[in-house]
């Protein structure tokens, strides 16, 4: 199989500056995986802080039913958030195995 690749006379390459990052698709694989990782951190992250606040709307609620709906639903999609990242996770990892990628670093 041949490709299509501009040469220069006399078979000479082209090389980049030395600031500019290389490594091929190693490195964007681990570029990638970093990135999920650090997403799905910070969704759970972010899903624990808002169940907390949640819990905290509730007890200052004082039976005002307003505020309790508030907190309840608050509540609510804090859990749902919190399984969509678990399960994002969990999604992350089959698809890592079935195509022998190691995405999560683990």
Do not use: D, E, R
């Given at each position: 199989?041949?490709?299509?690749?501009?040469?220069?006379?006399?078979?000479?390459?082209?090389?980049?500056?030395?600031?500019?990052?290389?490594?091929?698709?190693?490195?964007?694989?681990?570029?990638?995986?970093?990135?999920?990782?650090?997403?799905?951190i910070i969704a759970a992250v972010l899903s624990l802080i808002y169940l907390v606040l949640g819990g905290i709307m509730w007890i200052n609620s004082g039976g005002d039913k307003q505020k309790v709906a508030a907190a309840r639903a608050r509540l609510t999609y804090a859990i749902i958030g919190l399984v969509v990242a678990l399960a994002s996770f969990f999604i992350v990892s089959v698809m890592g195995y079935l195509f022998k990628v190691n995405l999560l670093n683990l």
């Open positions: 199989m041949q490709y299509f690749a501009l040469t220069l006379p006399g078979n000479q390459t082209i090389n980049p500056p030395s600031s500019v990052p290389h490594g091929g698709l190693s490195t964007v694989a681990k570029v990638v995986g970093n990135a999920i990782t650090f997403m799905l």
